[in-house]
Nanobody, 115 residues
């Protein structure tokens, strides 16, 4: 079992920045990848960014150049640095951890970007 605890959401103006954090605990040695998804009202949950155990990263086209995913293996924490935020980035952001075929999710943190 893996537990994920997110923090860092909030309200920001267009063009602002936020950093999300996700602390993993439990069977973290088995993780293949960690990432961030988001879900806006009335829309499907979508991948924002992912970092694999070997360090490879991938991003949604809509956030490339603005968002950066990183990790601190000592703190068992994954970060999502979000810059140049837009109103369309407004969503609940979920931390995700992948262990084999098992998916683990955090409780979600709200990010609201005002125009």
């Amino acid at each position: 079992q893996v537990q994920l605890l997110e923090s860092g959401g909030g309200l920001v103006q267009t063009g602002g920045s936020l950093t999300l954090s996700c602390v993993a605990s439990g069977s973290i040695f088995s993780l293949n990848a960690m990432g961030w998804y988001r879900q806006a009202p009335g829309k499907q949950r979508e991948l924002v960014a992912r970092i694999r155990s070997g360090g490879a990263k991938n991003y949604a086209d809509s956030v490339k150049g603005r968002f950066t995913i990183s990790r601190d293996n000592v703190k068992n924490t994954v970060y999502l640095q979000m810059n140049s935020l837009k109103p369309e980035d407004t969503a609940v952001y979920y931390c995700n951890a992948l262990s084999g075929i098992l998916d683990y999710w955090g409780q979600g943190t709200q990010v609201t970007v005002s125009s």
